[in-house]
């Protein structure tokens, strides 16, 4: 686009204006007379080449350098530069620029530099009173926000110092220091179990990955095989650090179910017995054999049968290779307590012969007295192999010479007392009566059933 720099109108009611870049400039402010009517030529001729010579100021900054950049007081002219509001557009003497135009300069580079990092514009003390109000309100409100801010931030250092110091105090606090303290607790032993477990689950970082005690994962099978539903229900309220069921079902594979005597197991007895007082550890070994149904499956874990005759280790019979039906159990049962505990099972075709039977009585009553367990004496049925046991150990219930028991293997000073179960005895002193009609006791004393009659209901089948 043409731009005239300089030009004299003339208008119609015979005035003279001068524009200098399309704004009006007043001549006599230059050192020149302002024509007026009448013209003379020689007054036009004049006042050009005055025009002419004078030099016109080139403004500030262009406009296409300082994209974006808006400075106060300034006006953009038609050449796209950017020119003070009182640039008088014609220079005295022979500087390109005016005072007021050179200025512009450091002020739209500082400016531009503002813009490009962010800066909020400087706001002058020339507000207006409403917006000097608004300011005031902002910066209070500011100031409050800040102020808050920094309470804030010590509540939440304090607390966070705080945190720490009670993690260290949980870190100090080492198995042994605890221990110390639930012994000094009223607190029985499932109790002390219970709160060192969950202690120890508030140690770990982990929990998918954590280790639970002994007592805890023995406590959490029997919960788990009373009430897997129960167990369930706790485990989701999470009441208790329980163990997943996937955990229980692994370590209830890892316990040996094979016949004969397992020497882990009777570790753990061991730990059990422990905690019995000393009157506790005194027991009885019971034993009895049931007839089973014959059957053969297959131990997916071990790729074993089960099913054969299996007297455990050591112990092979004549038979072994074929399917067993007799299962025999033993178990310990404390004298002093409630406390029962089977302690081996086998498996056989028919009774156990009386023979193995005695080496199996006194593996048994050897390996609970190695744990700390007290045989003080044997009960079992009166069946034939079990009184072939009794011969084998020289018991003898004979007319004159009765002999109710054997010097213990391990104790000299300890004898071991051979009971035939009670009720069983009972059974077949009545079957016998009942049978015979007839039983003697010693020479001179017999039972006989007719007095007795009243007693067994005749019709009946009795068992
Ligand atoms: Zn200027």
Known sequence: ????????????????????????????????????????????????????????????????????????????????????VKCPMLTSGNSQKCNWCKKLFSLYRVNKQRLGSGQKKYIGPTLTPTRALRLQQMVKSKHSVQKSNLRKQNIINNLVSELSKKNEVMKMLTDASVQNILQKSNLNEPQRTLIQEIISTSKASNLTHR????????????LHIRSPKEYKFLRKQQFLPLPSPKTIKRYLSLMNTTCGFDDKFFQLLKKKIDLLRTEERHGILVFDEIFLRESLSVNT?????????????????????????????????????????????????GPVPGKILAQLILKSI?????????????????????????????????????????????????????????????????????NKKYLKVSWNICIIF??????????KTCP
Not at 50 to 79: E, M, R, W, Y
Not at 211 to 222: E, H, T, V
Not at 450 to 459: C, D, L
């Open 450 to 459: 007719q007095k007795w009659s009243n007693i067994f209901p005749m019709n």
């Open 301 to 349: 874990n071990k790729l074993t049968y089960i099913g054969f005759e299996d007297l455990g280790d050591g112990i092979k019979s004549e038979r072994y290779g074929e399917k067993a039906d007799h299962g025999l159990v033993f178990l310990f049962r404390s004298l002093a307590s409630s406390y029962s505990q089977p302690i081996a099972m086998f498996a056989s075709k």
């Open 1 to 84: 686009m043409a731009v005239v720099e300089k030009q004299l109108v003339f208008t119609d009611d015979e005035k003279v204006e001068c524009y200098v870049l399309n704004c009006p400039v007043q001549l006599d402010d230059f050192e020149m007379t302002n024509i007026c009517f009448p013209f003379s030529s020689q007054l036009i001729e004049e006042t050009l080449c005055g025009l002419n010579v004078t030099q016109t100021c080139n403004g500030g900054p262009s406009a296409d350098h300082f994209k974006g950049v808006i400075v106060k007081h300034t006006n953009l002219d038609i050449t796209n530069v950017w020119r003070h």
């Open 366 to 434: 050897a390996l609970l007295e190695n744990i700390g367990a007290k045989v003080d004496g044997i009960v079992s049925d009166g069946a034939s192999s079990n009184r072939k046991v009794w011969k084998e150990f020289g018991v003898s219930g004979e007319f004159e010479n009765v002999k109710n028991y054997f010097t213990h293997p391990l104790d000299k000073n300890r004898n071991i007392f051979m009971f035939s179960d009670a009720p069983h005895l009972m059974k077949t002193v009545r079957n016998r009566i009942y």
């Open 211 to 222: 280790r639970y005690s002994d007592n805890w994962i023995l406590l959490c099978i029997l």
